[in-house]
């Protein structure tokens, strides 16, 4: 396994742990009062914590413990040569909620996080208080959404064979360029994002692979249909985003807990594109 040998990005008032959960050894970024309401920070591909460093301030200052963990094969988390499956990944965090003692959290998720928060929702929702979701469909799309076809031509390639590995090592550049609307990344924040990766393109393949093949199809044929959302759900997401466009705003039938706010003006990163609008949804209930 190769670790990543860049220095860890810094943030005020943010400590890190390593903790020993489920079998995997997990990074976390950790801030606030340790007694504070607690709130748990996900990020998705192809970032890590460092996603939420302007979202994190905020909420310390409102009083809340904020747990930042990196996911599995991300940032300086373990990265097995397996399970990368979506359901796993949901698995491993609730294991770091129960290494670190809090029973119940405010799930805050962005891309990948805010998936992974729908389904522990949906296997432990006496766990989570409430979801807030940034920049990710919901699992109660039409079957025909023709995003699905863009899923396949996006992250097809990333999937394959030997193929898959050169574009991993490649590929988070572009698409935090392209994703991004409203300001850019600098060259070193980039940089941030993509060396881990870059030292693992079998956490990229394995992401995207697993959802290919053994995710999307139960998915476009309606695993979720009959599953109720038990938790109070907001899922955020931006005109400007090519992953979520089919996706309506309001109210989802047969979902009472689960409304969707679209956002003019924004892409894909809602976290670091308009970090104040995204504290003020989380605090906002």
Not at 166 to 183: D, F, M, S, Y
């Amino acid at each position: 396994m190769t670790e990543p040998t860049q220095t860890l990005p810094s943030l005020d008032g943010v400590t890190h742990e390593y903790v020993d959960a489920g079998g995997l050894r997990t990074h976390v970024a950790l801030a606030g009062p340790p007694d504070g309401p607690p709130i748990l920070l996900v990020h998705g591909w192809p970032q890590h914590w460092w996603a939420w460093r302007d979202v994190i301030p905020a909420l310390v200052e409102a009083g809340h413990r904020v747990i930042v963990p990196d996911l599995r094969g991300h940032g300086r988390t373990d990265a097995p040569a397996s399970g990368y499956e979506k359901e796993q990944l949901a698995i491993d965090l609730l294991a770091l909620l129960d290494a670190l003692g809090v029973d119940r959290v405010r799930w805050v998720g962005h891309d990948w996080g805010a998936w992974v928060g729908q389904l522990a929702a949906l296997r432990a929702p006496e766990r989570i208080e409430r979801l807030d979701a940034f920049g990710v469909p919901h699992a109660w799309g039409s079957r025909t959404d023709p995003r699905g076809l863009f899923v396949v031509l996006y992250a097809g390639p990333i999937a394959t064979p030997i193929l898959g590995t050169w574009i991993a090592r490649r590929v988070a550049p572009r698409i935090l360029t392209l994703g991004r609307k409203q300001g850019r990344y600098t060259p070193e924040e980039v940089e941030v994002f993509a060396a881990p990766l870059r030292a693992r393109p079998h956490v990229t393949v394995a992401m995207y692979r697993t959802f290919l093949t053994r995710e999307m199809l139960p998915l476009a044929r309606g695993r979720f249909a009959h599953r109720r959302l038990e938790v109070p759900t907001r899922f955020v997401l931006g005109e400007g985003d090519a992953v979520t466009k089919a996706i309506k705003a309001g109210a989802v039938a047969g979902q009472p807990n689960l409304v969707v706010e679209r956002i003019p003006g924004v892409g894909h990163f809602l976290p670091e594109e308009v970090p104040e609008l995204v504290v003020q949804r989380i605090l906002a209930s």
